[in-house]
């Protein structure tokens, strides 16, 4: 019997993304190339013979009820299981929250992962993604992991190769961002057509792992409407660049934005800028990484 596991829920990036248009269920159907990157929350799970689930983090302003995505996803398949034993979930988040990084759907992909595991429930990464969407939609992807074309809500999936790999320098603004209040104040239609990102192109130049060629189509087009409001995006994207970046860009419906780096020594430059140096007022956290390509163990 599997009594205790250690998890790790990484988190995400979008090199790109495209709003195609919103849906009768007021949902959007969107077009994302998505890449895990090599920072992460951690996740312990400790079965308990008192029925139920206890969630326990170090963020005090986290829900700990039916609230917080790690305890829905145990439930979902704790109770579709019918599961008589409990379970406790300690959750140390390092992600930034509340930052187009998937921290939420990551952190409720491991739990999925691990309830399946510790249970010995036999479900398959596929029938796992089938549950995760129900959870949120970028669950399915953080199950999934790597380097993938995202389309529908989010929710098909297609796996990619992996990015030739860089330096990843990542950068969190003082402030977090509503995901209803960018979609809802995006206006689709009414975009250029060269604000759209060329999500085939870009698909093009990984296959042919030409990473300068990525880095020309990095695209969102939530940036119409957060970094409009938010100039200090824009900010740490030209930080990023005058150290170096290939190129930069926010990630998700923001505020959190990444540069692309060759050389570690331009990204290390750029990482202690904006951490520690005189721009360290427009980035509350600042991450060196690069990306992530391993499967859930």
Request: net charge positive; with cysteine; hydrophobic share 40%.
């Amino acid at each position: 019997m599997i009594t205790y596991l250690k998890l790790k829920a990484y988190g995400k990036i979008n090199l790109a993304l495209d709003v195609l248009r919103k849906r009768e269920d007021g949902y959007h159907d969107v077009r994302m190339i998505m890449q895990t990157v090599g920072i992460y929350d951690q996740i312990e799970l400790h079965r308990t013979v008192k029925p139920g689930i206890a969630v326990e983090t170090n963020l005090s302003y986290l829900p700990v009820n039916e609230n917080n995505l790690v305890h829905q996803a145990a439930k979902l398949l704790m109770d579709g299981a019918r599961i008589q034993d409990g379970i406790h979930i300690q959750l140390k988040k390092f992600l930034p929250v509340s930052a187009g990084m998937a921290g939420g759907s990551s952190d409720a992909a491991a739990v999925l992962f691990g309830v399946n595991k510790m249970f010995r429930l036999g479900l398959s990464k596929e029938q796992l993604m089938e549950q995760g969407v129900k959870i949120g939609a970028d669950v399915p992807y953080c199950i999934l992991r790597g380097t993938a074309l995202s389309e529908g809500i989010g929710e098909k999936l297609t796996p990619l190769p992996p990015m030739p790999q860089c330096h990843l320098v990542i950068a969190k603004p003082g402030i977090n961002v509503s995901t209803r209040y960018v979609y809802e104040n995006l206006q689709a239609d009414a975009l250029r057509p060269e604000q759209h990102p060329d999500i085939n192109g870009m698909v093009d130049a990984i296959r042919q792992q030409d990473l300068i060629q990525v880095a020309g189509k990095l695209g969102n087009v939530l940036e119409t409407v957060t970094a409009k409001k938010y100039p200090v995006i824009e900010e740490i994207k030209d930080v990023m660049r005058k150290k170096g970046a290939l190129n930069a860009l926010m990630s998700g419906s923001g505020p959190t934005v990444f540069g692309l780096f060759t050389e570690l020594g331009q990204a290390k430059a750029a990482y202690e800028e904006l951490r520690y140096g005189p721009s360290s007022d427009l980035a509350k956290q600042a991450y060196l990484t690069s990306f992530f390509h391993a499967q859930q163990s």
